[in-house]
């Protein structure tokens, strides 16, 4: 991811990482921990450069993708009835006790929360993402 990022920074040209992942494992924390911080740095970069990082978040994407690079998109993106989320459905019951609202970690429930920009089937996702390239760069549509 950093390399790419580093790609995108040489050559200025648009980031898009499409995630579909549950993770890291508790017993590589430390390196997860250092890799979520490389990341974010490196998108925080993007971000200075005024360069576009487009995050598609497929399904599943959980964990500490979730926590890190899946959420920090100029364009967050999401298939439809995709799971999202940082912990499993029964891991969030079973540390709060409480039962979860329907559809809690759906790309629709996330969308409708403000989390994603929007979401679209993968034969329109050329389209969807070049329309707000466009309009972030503010190019002729």
């Known amino acids: 991811i950093a390399r790419a990022a580093d790609y995108s920074l040489k050559n200025n040209v648009p980031l898009m990482i499409i995630s579909k992942s549950g ?5 590589e924390a430390a390196l997860s921990l250092m890799q979520l911080a490389k990341t974010s740095v490196k998108l925080a970069q ?3 450069a005024k360069i576009p990082y487009i ?3 497929t399904d599943p994407t959980t ?3 979730t926590a890190s690079f899946a959420m920090l998109g100029d364009i967050n993106i ?6 999202i989320g940082f912990a499993g459905p029964r891991v969030v019951k079973d540390t709060t006790g409480q039962d979860l609202p329907e559809g809690f970690q759906t790309s629709e429930f996330l969308l409708e929360h403000g989390f994603l920009d929007f979401i679209t089937l993968r034969k329109e996702l050329k389209n969807k993402v070049n329309q707000y390239l466009d ?3 503010n190019m002729p549509i």
């Open 135 to 137: 309009l972030i760069l």
């Open 23 to 27: 993770g890291a494992r508790m017993m």
């Open 46 to 48: 993007l971000a200075d």
């Open 63 to 65: 964990g500490g993708t």
């Open 78 to 83: 999401s298939e439809p009835g995709a799971l």
């Open 55 to 57: 995050s598609l978040c």
